[in-house]
Nanobody
Framework: EVQLQASGGGLVQAGGSLSLSCAAS????????IGWFRQAPGKEREGVSG????????NYAESVKGRFTISTNGAKNTVFLQMNGLKPDDTAVYHC????????????????????WGQGTQVTVSS
């Protein structure tokens, strides 16, 4: 069973940084596609970033380009989302999702691409 655990959220002032982690439970992310999504109160869940492992192909939402970076560790059992220059609009619950396989190029931010979802971690950015 694919289990994902997102962590690393918290409260930060505008301009600050946080690093989120998405950990695999008992397996490796090798040959998976991992996405980060977020959902703010009253809004739909939106794609933030995605990465295809092991090729390292990435997608980013326009709103986070240049500020967020997605990466994986050497063991390929954790995917990170480094978030710099945080803004109050980044406040949301952040979820990671997984696809067993290679996601379609340019579509890694689409919810329908992913089969497995983890519980989220709250990110709150104060102004």
């Amino acid at each position: 069973e694919v289990q994902l655990q997102a962590s690393g959220g918290g409260l930060v002032q505008a301009g600050g940084s946080l690093s989120l982690s998405c950990a695999a439970s008992g397996f490796s992310f090798d040959d998976y596609t991992i996405g980060w999504f977020r959902q703010a109160p009253g809004k739909e869940r939106e794609g933030v970033s995605g990465i295809t492992i092991p090729y390292g192909r990435t997608n980013y939402a326009e709103s986070v380009k240049g500020r967020f970076t997605i990466s994986t560790n050497g063991a390929k059992n954790t995917v990170f989302l480094q978030m710099n220059g945080l803004k109050p609009d980044d406040t949301a619950v952040y979820h990671c999702a997984a696809l067993d396989g290679f996601g379609p190029a340019g579509r890694l931010l689409e919810r329908g691409v992913y089969d497995y979802w983890g519980q989220g971690t709250q990110v709150t950015v104060s102004s």
